[in-house]
C-alpha cells in the first residue's frame, strides 16, 4: 500500500495522463482510420479496469500492500479457475504461466496485462488436446473387472508432464463417470443386481453409458471453446481482487438480470446463493422459505457437478460460468431440476428439487410452546431462519415486518405460558440485517454495547441496544452451526459474553466476521473518452470488521459454544477458516459491559457430555461423522464395479445433514408426494412442535435447560442463606 499521499496524487495525475493519451484516439477515430480489434478493446478494458480497482482496494479492511506477496495469491487463484482438476494444462504449460507469480502486482500498477493473454492461448490449446485424448478415450469400451483407482481430489495431483500422463488422467476420469451411468442405467432398466447382470445387459448398457459420457464432454468442450479473452481478463481481476480476502470480487458486467443475481445471489425458483470457486458452483446459502430449503437436502458449502431438467439428460456444470449455470437451475413454478451434488466425505448424489417461489411465512420467526416429554417442563422455542428488515415499506412510511419485532412478539405470547427456559434456535441462520442483530439481543441483554464495527483506518464504532425493559428473564439456550454466519454470530457472541445464555452446537460457528460494500466501477470514470469501454462492473470490497464486546473478532474463529454436541459435519471444511486468503482473527479494546450472575458452563457441560454418551441418537451421529471423515481422507476413487455397487448400498438413506435436521437421500418420489400431500392441511404449530421433538438436538438443549435452571435456583439458595 502507498504511504506517501503526495506521491500517490503525483501518481494518479500521471496514470490519469496516461489514460487520456490511450483512450482518446480510438474517441476521435474517422471514416479514414480503421478501427481498434476486439483484442485491443479489450486490452484497453483491462487496463482501465486495472487501474480503477487498485484505486479502490487502496482502501480495503486489511491495508494489504499491491506487492509480490499479493501476487503470489492472486496467481494461485488464477490458476485454479484456469484448471483446478488439472486435466488440461501441462507441466509445461504451467511453468510459462509461473514467471508472472511474482508480476501481477507489477502489471496492476502499469495497466499492461500479459498474463491473462498468454494463459488464453495456452488453455486454448489445451483444451484441442484434451478434446482429442477424451474422444479416443471413450471410442473403446471399457472393462469394469479391472481393479484400479484414480486420485478424486485435484490437490493431492501434480499436473501431467507428458501427453500419456494426461491421456491416463482423462481415461481414469472418464471411465468412472461411464461407471456411473452405466449402474443408473441397469437400475433403470430394472436390474437389481448389477453384478448379476447378464452380458446382453452389460454390453448394451456400458454402450449406451459412453454415449451418453460423449455428449456431456461434448458440450463441455464446446462451453469452454466459447470463452473469449475478455472472459480470461475478467476472471484475472476477480482473482486479484480475491487475492485480499475471500469476500472482495471483481464482478464483470452482463445483462441486468445476471447481475442482480451476481450482486444479490438470489436464484429464483430453487432458492440458493451460488458462486463460482475453483472451477465449481459451489452453494452459499439456501434461502429461508425456498423450494431448497423445504426439500431439505441442499446445504452450503455443496458443489453443484451436473444439472438436468425433471429426468432428461444431466449437464456437466464444471468449468461453467455462474450465468450460464443460471440459465440451466432456474425454471418455472412447478417444474423440477435435479441436481447432481459433491459433498465432503460422501460421493455423488441427486437432488430433485421442484421449483417454487419463496414462501414468505417460512422464512419468518416460528415459535412453538414445547412440552419436554422427560420432565414435563414446558419451554419455549424460538426459530430465526435470518435477521430479516423491510427497509422498503419503513422507508416509504408503513410499519414493514422485522425480526426483532416477531422474536418480540413470540416472547411475549411464552409470558402467559409460564416456560420453564428458552430455546434460541440459529441454526443455518445465514445473517441479515445488523440492526436486527442487535435488537433481537438487546431483548434478552436490556440496554447495553452489543458488537463494535470497525473500519480499516483504525477507527470503532459501539452499536448498543436501547431496550430499557428486557423482554425474557429466565434460562436460556442458544443452539448454533457451522451455518450459523455474520449477524446471528454476533446475537450468539453477545449473549455468550454476557453470561446471558448457554451456547451450544458445533465446534465452532461459520466465522463471517467482516462487512462489504458494493462499488459501481463507472462511477469511477472521470474522462468523457473512458465511457466508450462501459459498463465496467462492480466491486465488492470488504471495508469494517466486527468484534464483539470482549474485543474478540467473530472473523475467522466464528463463536465456540460453552457445550460442544457431535455433529455430522465435524470433519468438513465448512467455515471461513477454510477459506482461500481470509482476513485473520484479532482483538481490539474490550467494551465496558455488565455481565448476568456467573453460571457453572464447566458443571453445564459435564452433565451434557454424559447424556450424550449413552444416547443412541447422538452415538449414531458420532458413527455417520467418523465415517464421513474416513472418506474424506481417503480420496481414491475404486473403478472396481464389485467395490462402487458396495459404496452405494452402504451410501443409500443415510442421512446427510450436516447437524441432523430434514432430509434423507431417498429418491422415492411416490412416498415423497405421499407425504407432502398429508402435510399441507397440518397446523403450521403442530409441526414445528412434532419437528423440535423429533430435533436430538433440540431435545439436549431442554435437558441443559432443566440442568440450568436447578443450578440457578441453588445459586440463589446459597445466596439468600
Not at 105 to 115: H, I, K, N, S, Y
Not at 226 to 234: A, G, N, V
Not at 299 to 319: C, F, M, N, S, Y
Not at 374 to 383: A, P
Request: proline share 4%.
Amino acid at each position: 500500500m502507498f504511504k506517501n499521499k503526495r506521491w500517490i496524487r503525483a501518481l494518479l495525475v500521471g496514470v490519469s495522463l496516461l489514460f487520456t493519451g490511450l483512450f482518446i484516439a480510438p474517441a476521435q477515430m474517422n471514416a479514414s482510420t480503421p478501427e481498434a480489434s476486439p483484442d485491443e478493446l479489450d486490452q484497453n478494458r483491462a487496463r482501465l479496469l486495472t487501474y480503477v480497482l487498485k484505486r479502490q482496494v487502496e482502501n480495503h479492511f486489511s491495508g494489504k500492500e499491491i506487492d509480490d506477496t499479493l501476487s503470489y495469491a492472486a496467481f494461485e487463484l488464477y490458476l485454479k479457475q484456469l484448471d483446478y482438476q488439472k486435466r488440461l494444462l501441462l507441466a509445461e504449460e504451467v511453468s510459462q504461466l509461473e514467471i508472472f507469480k511474482d508480476r501481477i502486482d507489477d502489471e496492476v500498477q502499469t495497466g499492461r496485462v500479459a498474463l491473462a493473454p498468454l494463459a488464453f492461448r495456452l488453455l486454448a490449446n489445451s483444451i484441442s488436446r484434451a478434446e482429442l485424448l477424451a474422444e479416443k478415450v471413450l471410442s473403446e469400451p471399457f472393462s469394469f473387472d479391472i481393479d484400479e483407482d484414480y486420485e478424486t481430489d485435484p490437490k493431492k495431483l501434480e499436473f501431467c508432464k507428458t501427453e500419456e500422463e494426461l491421456a491416463e488422467r482423462w481415461r481414469l476420469d472418464l471411465k468412472y463417470r461411464t461407471l456411473s451411468r452405466y449402474l443408473s442405467l441397469l437400475e433403470d432398466a430394472g436390474v437389481e443386481d448389477p453384478l448379476k447382470a447378464t452380458p446382453e445387459e452389460q454390453k448394451e448398457k456400458e454402450l449406451e453409458a459412453r454415449e451418453k459420457v460423449r455428449k456431456q464432454y461434448s458440450e463441455y468442450f464446446d462451453r469452454l471453446k466459447k470463452e473469449t479473452l475478455k472472459d480470461h481478463y475478467d476472471r484475472y481481476l476477480n482473482s486479484f481482487s480475491r487475492a485480499f480476502d475471500p469476500h472482495t470480487t471483481y464482478m464483470p458486467p452482463q445483462s441486468k438480470e445476471d447481475f442482480d443475481i451476481s450482486m444479490r445471489g438470489s436464484l429464483e425458483g430453487i432458492g440458493a446463493t451460488l458462486r463460482e470457486e475453483d472451477g465449481y458452483i459451489k452453494v452459499v446459502k439456501v434461502i429461508p422459505g425456498s423450494a431448497a430449503d423445504r426439500q431439505g437436502q441442499l446445504h452450503p458449502d455443496d458443489a453443484i457437478l451436473a444439472v438436468a431438467q425433471g429426468k432428461d439428460e444431466p449437464v456437466d456444470v464444471t468449468d461453467m460460468r455462474l450465468r450460464d449455470a443460471v440459465a440451466l437451475i432456474r425454471g418455472k413454478k412447478g417444474t423440477e431440476v435435479r441436481l447432481t451434488l459433491r459433498r465432503q466425505g460422501l460421493k455423488s448424489f441427486v437432488v430433485p428439487i421442484v421449483r417454487d417461489v419463496v414462501v414468505i411465512e417460512e422464512s419468518f420467526v416460528k415459535s412453538a410452546v414445547v412440552a419436554d416429554p422427560e420432565s414435563g417442563n414446558q419451554y419455549g422455542y424460538v426459530k430465526i431462519p435470518s435477521f430479516y428488515r423491510d427497509f422498503e415499506t419503513t422507508r416509504n412510511g408503513g410499519k414493514g415486518r422485522n425480526s426483532t419485532n416477531d422474536v418480540k412478539a413470540a416472547l411475549k405470547a411464552f409470558d402467559k405460558k409460564k416456560i420453564s427456559g428458552l430455546i434460541l434456535d440459529l441454526r443455518n441462520n445465514g445473517g441479515g440485517a445488523l440492526t436486527d442483530a442487535v435488537g433481537v439481543a438487546g431483548l434478552f441483554l436490556g440496554e447495553g454495547p452489543v458488537v463494535q464495527v470497525r473500519n480499516g483506518g483504525g477507527d470503532a464504532k459501539v452499536l448498543y441496544s436501547y431496550n430499557k425493559k428486557i423482554a425474557y428473564r429466565g434460562p436460556m439456550v442458544v443452539l448454533t452451526n457451522r451455518f450459523s454466519a455474520s449477524a446471528s454470530e454476533i446475537v450468539a457472541g453477545a449473549l455468550q459474553d454476557y453470561g446471558r445464555a448457554v451456547i451450544v452446537g458445533s465446534d465452532h460457528t461459520h466465522g463471517k466476521g467482516t462487512v462489504q460494500v458494493i462499488m459501481d466501477l463507472d462511477k469511477s470514470l472521470t474522462l468523457r473518452n473512458m465511457r466508450q469501454y462501459m459498463p465496467l462492473g462492480a466491486l465488492k470490497m470488504t471495508t469494517q470488521k466486527f468484534y464483539r464486546v470482549t474485543g474478540d473478532s467473530t472473523q475467522y474463529r466464528g463463536v465456540v459454544p460453552d457445550i460442544i454436541l457431535p455433529d455430522r459435519s465435524r470433519y468438513n471444511e465448512y467455515g471461513e477458516r477454510y477459506l482461500d486468503n481470509s482476513l485473520s482473527w484479532d482483538r481490539i479494546d474490550e467494551v465496558e459491559h455488565k455481565e448476568w450472575p456467573p453460571m457453572d458452563r464447566a458443571s453445564l457441560d459435564t452433565s451434557s457430555q454424559g447424556r450424550v454418551a449413552e444416547n443412541e441418537d447422538f452415538i449414531e451421529i458420532v458413527r455417520i461423522s467418523e465415517a464421513m471423515g474416513k472418506r474424506i481422507k481417503d480420496t481414491r476413487q475404486s473403478l472396481l464395479l464389485a467395490d462402487v455397487v458396495k459404496e452405494r448400498d452402504d451410501f443409500q438413506g443415510m442421512d446427510v445433514t450436516p447437524h441432523g435436521g430434514k432430509g434423507e437421500v431417498v429418491n422415492d418420489d411416490d412416498k415423497k408426494d405421499s407425504e407432502e400431500d398429508d402435510d399441507k392441511d397440518r397446523d403450521p404449530t403442530e409441526k414445528l412442535i412434532e419437528s423440535v421433538l423429533e430435533d436430538v438436538y433440540a431435545k439436549e438443549a431442554m435437558a441443559i435447560l432443566l440442568d440450568l435452571d436447578k443450578q440457578q435456583k441453588e445459586m440463589a439458595n446459597k445466596g439468600a442463606e
